[in-house]
T-cell receptor
Framework: AQSVSQHNHHVILSEAASLELGCNYS??????LFWYVQYPGQHLQLLLK??????LVKGIKGFEAEFIKSKFSFNLRKPSVQWSDTAEYFC?????????????FGAGTRLAVHP | KAGVTQTPRYLIKTRGQQVTLSCSPI?????VSWYQQTPGQGLQFLFE???????NKGNFPGRFSGRQFSNSRSEMNVSTLELGDSALYLC?????????????FGPGTRLTVT
């Protein structure tokens, strides 16, 4: 069965610090990978996604993620965080076969950015 | 374009009762998925509907059911409520079936079972 692990449950940073959130998945086949963000009081929204091609993908608001197939990882990065990045971040996986929309989510990482 | 809407936003029910939650997808979207979000288990997939047919189901007991109407609106039902069913229930819609189509999430229905 597919599973997703997010190693950091809570992260506290100061503005302008760099961010890297870890995500590892377990699934032997081809996967599609996602990062979602949930800002306080708002809906879950898609940050970025990886289907194929360049393993370094860029998303909204300056976020990027790198897919490393050999490590089953899809870590999220941002060079310089802002207070407005305070949110909960979820990594998610979907098995590429089947044509379904089912997403397996990680437990989430709460990020607090202090001014 | 209006986003995904879910009604009601908040609900308090008693153990043993049943509840029906509603989801209206973005206009033109034909696929609707449901997720349960709890502090302990995180976000878990419940089921997915497309063209009024359940296409995929998560690992939840049969007390959890759903349906989709011809206008793509979807409802989920939980019968014989248990305390552990207290959660935020999220609905997501996408244009079509297949992960290539981005899923847009609604605000959720917060269900509290007492």
């Amino acid at each position: 069965a597919q599973s997703v692990s997010q190693h950091n449950h809570h992260v506290i940073l100061s503005e302008a610090a760099s961010l890297e959130l870890g995500c590892n998945y377990s699934y032997g086949g081809t996967v599609n990978l996602f990062w979602y963000v949930q800002y306080p009081g708002q809906h879950l929204q898609l940050l970025l996604k990886y289907f194929s091609g360049d393993p370094l993908v860029k998303g909204i608001k300056g976020f990027e993620a790198e897919f490393i197939k050999s490590k089953f990882s899809f870590n999220l990065r941002k060079p310089s965080v802002q207070w407005s990045d305070t949110a909960e971040y979820f990594c998610a996986v979907n098995a590429a076969a089947g044509g379904y929309n089912k997403l397996i989510f990680g437990a989430g990482t709460r990020l607090a950015v202090h001014p | 374009k209006a986003g995904v809407t879910q009604t009601p936003r908040y609900l308090i029910k008693t153990r043993g009762q049943q509840v029906t939650l509603s989801c209206s997808p973005i206009s033109g979207h034909r696929s609707v998925s449901w997720y349960q979000q709890t502090p302990g288990q995180g976000l878990q997939f419940l089921f997915e509907y497309f063209s009024e047919t359940q296409r995929n189901k998560g690992n939840f007991p049969g007390r959890f059911s759903g349906r989709q109407f011809s206008n793509s609106r979807s409802e989920m039902n939980v019968s014989t409520l248990e305390l552990g069913d207290s959660a935020l229930y999220l609905c997501a819609s996408s244009l079509d079936l297949g992960v290539a189509y981005e899923q847009y999430f609604g605000p959720g229905t917060r269900l509290t079972v007492t």
